[in-house]
């Protein structure tokens, strides 16, 4: 078994009060959308390969119906907002 590489580290940031609202230090948010990206890469390399086990299988009456590795890329596209059609 490979070892996972490990894209982003926990940031820590911190919460500041001001006129009574919630903010947090812009330094902070550019090391969130830093983790978002790699999320996003991860999650789409983790998709590529995936990929490569999406095919159908014989349902009842001989229907094809999409294989579990197919629902789960279909499941993920549909939760992250770009669902792809097959």
Same mark, same amino acid.
Do not use: C
């Given at each position: ?11 820590? %940031?911190?919460? #500041? *009060?001001? &006129?009574?609202? +919630? %903010? =947090?230090?812009?330094?902070? =948010? #550019?090391? @969130?959308? *830093?983790?978002?990206?790699? @999320?996003? @890469? ?6 590529? #390969?995936?990929?490569? /086990?999406? *095919?159908?299988?014989?349902?009842? /009456?001989? =229907?094809?119906?999409? &294989?579990? *590795? ?11 907002? +770009?669902?792809?059609?097959?």
């Amino acid at each position: 078994m490979m070892k996972s590489q490990k894209l982003a580290k926990p940031i820590e %940031y911190e919460m #500041h *009060d001001i &006129n009574g609202e +919630r %903010y =947090v230090k812009m330094a902070d =948010v #550019h090391k @969130l959308i *830093d983790m978002i990206d790699d @999320l996003n @890469l991860a999650i789409d390399m983790a998709l590529d #390969h995936i990929e490569q /086990y999406s *095919d159908v299988e014989d349902g009842d /009456y001989g =229907v094809p119906f999409p &294989n579990k *590795d197919m629902r789960m890329i279909s499941e993920i596209e549909e939760m992250l907002g +770009r669902k792809e059609t097959w």
